[in-house]
């Protein structure tokens, strides 16, 4: 469903592209998951099972979106709507033209000072210190947009106007400068391989490049942490991510009847932004308790360290209020049902044992469910180049110092992708980061007093911000046997457990015994939910080490690019 948001318009005129067989209307700047999802389209691939998926993460980090485009694979959220395209539903297994050459020539070879990966807050902010302080950057990114999950602006061929939220204007501001300052941006570029510090792997519009940098900052940020219940693989069911990318960078929504499940403010924000779209948000269940009393000691500190956010926080709620949506604390997603898509779905009142409450379970009439349960770095790039991580209850976070240099001292992780901070953070340790490469490659930097004073009070008020948003713990398993936990190779709760009954007590067992992790997310929404399965079967926590190995290519791209190159 199209819809408006203050301050973008759609430009041009509207063309048309097919999908098995039939016409679909789209507009210049759209992805093409964004014009399906506007033509009722939600189905996109077909699993190894023969059910359905459509549009889940939003960011290429799942591929259930994948599509056939002109006889190729490609992930619909990442690639542009082009007159005339002839896209089709993806198979189980792509087909491959075996009849087609692959490049003869060898991988361009580039040299930057500083290699960004991750044009969101923090590796705009990386790349702006180190430019401006005289190096030569390049800035990759997968999106053809720089601004990342935060700051991501409307698709090219929108018209911008005087009425921009705060949000899309800083993220403007922020590309800006950091162009302004010299660094070089390269969109639509996927990060393939990570062999060394210098030499990294990069696939951007067909061309094969190995970029040799002396220093890398890496700031691909995290994607949000899988929450399996019956029925969550339907389409219609996505990440809050998801549908707030639909709705800010391409003027969609995902439906006409939404409901918003999980964790934390994202989830009000995306809420309050839907209903101002004339969406109908039929509720939003929080699995953390309403904030109360005992809450007011840490609500003063977020206050006096960020009092823009807390007034912005607070204006969702009311806003909310306002519209009617109903705001249902210590609430969980518990099941989603429907004929081909999402149609219904329930939630029900988490009790003080960790169990659903009987007889709270509430469903509704609903064409969308966004799922919002926190997130999960990416850490898979600074894995493969030898960094080390810790695990803890929010994921892998990176071994690094206040500068966010990671134990490889060529190698900086800033933002999410090192550890959860939030957008202000990320901008901080981006700049520390970039000042950092700089100085380390015989540049005199600006001063960073000012900021490393920002980013003590954004981490006090990320910490205050998650002791408020703690989520009221889940004793009671809410998959069933058929629910499937690794949605790439269709593998269910049932076949995993009958693994760890037969002993399996690893990941790596147990994915070489059922496939599980080894699709095209690999292993980046199911591993975190076996490990947790693994841990309580054991009682033993699971380490860095015993993690799925990151693996290349780290995504999915055509073989016939890699022919020719070696990594040593």
């Avoid at 203050?6 to 509207?14: D, F, K, L, M, T």
């Avoid at 977020?302 to 210590?330: E, F, K, Q, T």
């Avoid at 015993?546 to 040593?568: E, Q, S, V």
Wanted: aromatic fraction near 4%; include cysteine; charged fraction near 20%.
């Amino acid at each position: 469903m199209r819809v408006t948001t203050p301050g973008v318009e759609r430009a041009g005129e509207p063309f048309s592209f097919s999908f098995d067989g039939q016409a679909v209307e789209a507009w210049p700047g759209e992805s093409l998951a964004a014009a399906l999802t506007s033509a009722g389209v939600f189905s996109m691939r077909e699993a190894r099972d023969g059910s359905r998926r459509g549009l889940f993460c939003g960011m290429g980090v799942c591929g259930e979106c994948s599509v056939i485009v002109d006889g190729v694979q490609r992930r619909s959220c990442l690639e542009p709507a082009q007159p005339g395209l002839k896209v089709a539903t993806m198979p189980p297994r792509a087909p491959v033209d075996l009849a087609a050459e692959a490049p003869s020539a060898p991988a361009d070879e580039l040299t930057p000072d500083v290699l960004v990966i991750g044009a969101g807050p923090g590796g705009l902010a990386a790349a702006r210190a180190a430019a401006s302080a005289g190096l030569d950057v390049l800035l990759v990114d997968e999106r053809v947009k720089a601004g990342g999950q935060y700051f991501k602006q409307p698709g090219e061929g929108m018209r911008l106007g005087d009425a921009l939220d705060a949000q899309f204007v800083e993220g403007r501001e922020l590309i800006e400068s950091a162009k302004a300052a010299g660094a070089k941006l390269l969109p639509g570029a996927t990060v393939w391989g990570a062999f060394g510090p210098d030499d990294v792997a990069v696939v951007a519009d067909g061309r094969r490049l190995r970029i040799r940098a002396k220093r890398v900052i890496l700031s691909p940020g995290a994607y949000e942490r899988a929450h399996p219940v019956p029925g969550w693989t339907l389409p219609g069911v996505m990440t809050t991510g998801a549908a707030q990318t639909l709705l800010r960078a391409y003027q969609t929504s995902p439906g006409q009847r939404v409901l918003i499940a999980g964790n934390g403010p994202l989830n009000l924000q995306v809420a309050r932004e839907l209903t101002r779209a004339g969406v109908a948000v039929v509720a939003v269940a929080e699995q953390a308790a309403m904030p109360g009393p005992g809450d007011a000691l840490d609500l003063a500190r977020m206050a006096v360290n960020a009092p823009g956010l807390v007034v912005d926080g607070v204006g969702h709620v009311a806003a909310l209020a306002l519209a009617g949506v109903s705001i249902r604390y210590r609430h969980v997603l518990t099941r989603v049902e429907g004929e081909g898509k999402a149609q219904r779905a329930a939630i029900a009142r988490v009790g003080d044992d960790g169990r659903i409450v009987a007889g709270s379970e509430r469903w509704f009439d609903i064409d969308a469910v966004c799922l919002g349960y926190g997130f999960l770095p990416q850490s898979e790039i600074g894995r493969a180049l030898g960094c080390a991580y810790d695990v803890t209850p929010a994921g892998l976070v990176a071994q690094r110092d206040d500068e966010a240099r990671s134990s490889v001292p060529e190698v900086f992780i800033v933002g999410d992708a090192g550890g959860l901070g939030g957008a202000r953070v990320a901008l901080a340790l981006g700049t520390l980061a970039g000042t950092a490469a700089a100085r380390d490659l015989g540049k005199t930097p600006a001063d960073t007093g000012a900021v490393k004073r920002l980013l003590a009070r954004h981490r006090s008020f990320q910490a205050a911000l998650w002791r408020v948003y703690r989520p009221v713990e889940l004793t009671q398993d809410l998959t069933a046997p058929d629910t499937l936990l690794c949605r790439c190779e269709s593998v269910d709760r049932a076949t995993v457990d009958s693994l760890l009954d037969d002993g399996l007590g690893t990941l790596s067992s147990v994915k070489k015994a059922c496939r599980i992790g080894m699709g095209r997310c690999q292993g980046r929404y199911c591993g975190p939910v076996v490990a947790a399965r693994i841990a309580g079967r054991t009682g033993k926590p699971i380490e860095a080490d015993a993690w799925f190995a990151p693996r290349t290519p780290f995504k999915p791209i055509d073989a016939r690019l890699l022919a020719g190159d070696d990594p040593a």
